[in-house]
């Protein structure tokens, strides 16, 4: 098996064999296939993708970066960017999201099989890193997903391909310089944190250039004007909004929602928390937080040490499909087998790619916020991979060789299986009577029926039928059920009128469970005093939904 061995010498070849790029295209077609099917098993846009979608839609129709009539900051214009070019060509806001993330999928499997022959130039490494990468049911999930991740995910990786070349060069290309520059602002653009990959980028390169120090600063600066050059519209939109310079308008409110997912970690604790209302009775009260990651660093040095051990307890116990106390065994392993060469260049640069995971732990970790640092564990599990089978195959026989691919099936299979419950929840995604299609059924009969325009606000717990009707969403506020039906009910008539609110949905799916003092409204048949009836869709399908039209003032 000399053919699976790394090539000769020290410098990487321009190209793989033949062979092997037949059987890269292969598994690019592979992926090809599973990103489609993800896509047409998508049914629906969840949450934040409504949003994302609805301003790329805005974006491309000329509207501009706005929702509901003002100047949305909340999401980073990255991804509507990439929704808006996309909604030019089919015209469906929903579809251009998925396929933004799928063309980003694409792109991901693409350019980490790149970065692997670049980082050791072994096919079987190679070949490894790319089935990682394309059968990841994280990457196949996300590739339809109407979130940023897996276009966030593919800027990483493409930057850091860009940062790997600019390293092994002493005169690399002008324009490969200019793409690291823009590929680390558009970064930024499409997450916050992602203005972190250009200075560690920055740092490793500096280290790898230590010996030509002045040029590879002069060519630096030319990258980081062009980074700061694509940054700055949206920085300076920042600062017309909101008075002040900042990366972010979201950060206080992350705080915040942090501070409670460590209280109450539920799906009502969450809804209760975020939808409180404030005292001045229009907007939410997590909404007014202005602390600043700094201020909580130095104010709550406590409270910030003991968030950090919470979230990575958490990391490491969860049984999940990015990272978790597998990955920690097998890279441990790894850093065993290679000794040494741990320090080396491509060790020192993939373990660089795995720091901004340390930023997480100051908020809160979700699993999708882990999708951008899949395919670096891709690249190291594939050279942990290929480390045993050298091993196996130098050192034993056939029968101890057979023993050891056993053994690490078998360790392959339990941390599959501590991943089962996540397994079962991504596939419970996947097939449509799990999905909540009577919000898509209600969005669809909106746009069909009432007059609908892109200012319209519609209120629920999630932005669903907001955003299949051609509306704006409303956060529903949450009420205490110990308050009386009339009670509530005039509380929520006043805050809809405050807000201009003209429609409310009540559901059985996300309201009962989650805000259960608005349960009562699934009763339509009853009278409540400010509020009209319109519309009921209940069937043996699928849980309950209500619209109710806010009744003018009178």
Known sequence: MNWLLPSAGGDCPSEPPAWLMRSLLGLFLVGCLLGAASVWCRYFIFTDGAVYAALGRNLATGVGLKYGGATHLFYPPGYPIAIAVLFSIVRDAEMAAHLASYFAYLGTILLTIRLAWSLRPSPLFTLLSGFIVVFHPYMILYASYALSESLFAFAVIASAYCAWKLAGKRSSPLWLWGLWGILGGFLYLIRADGIVYWPLQAAFLLW?????????????????????????????????????????????????????????????????????????????AIDRSRETLGGFLRDHPGEAMQRILWNAGRLIRR?????????????????????????????????????????????????????????????????????????????????IWMASVSLILIFSLGAAWTARPRLVRIAQRVFPSNLPLEHKQMGIWMKENLPISADVRITHRNPWVSFYAGGCHARTPDFDVNLSREERTEKLVHWCREVGVRYIVIDERMTLPNMPGLGFLLEEDQPHHGLRWIKTIEDESSPKIVLYALQNDS
């Open 208 to 284: 790898s250039h230590r010996k030509a120090v002045r040029p590879f600063i002069l060519r630096a600066a030319a990258s980081a004007f062009l980074m700061l050059l694509v940054m700055s519209p949206y920085l300076h939109l920042i600062k017309q909004e909101t008075g002040k310079w900042q990366l972010s308008t979201k950060t206080s409110i992350l705080l915040e929602f942090s501070r409670m997912k460590m209280q109450d970690d539920t799906a009502r604790g969450e809804t209760r928390q975020t939808s409180r209302l404030s005292e001045d009775g229009k907007t939410f």
């Open 319 to 399: 049984p999940g499909l990015a990272f978790s106390w597998p990955s920690i065994i097998l890279l441990v392993f790894l850093g065993f087998l290679l000794k040494k060469r741990l320090f080396q260049s491509p060790s020192i640069f993939l373990l660089l790619h795995a720091l901004p995971i340390g930023l997480f732990l100051v908020f809160y970790v979700e699993d999708r916020f882990l999708l951008p640092f899949i395919p670096f564990f891709a690249i190291a599990y594939a050279r942990a991979g290929e480390q045993l089978f050298d091993l196996a195959r130098l050192h034993f026989n056939k029968r």
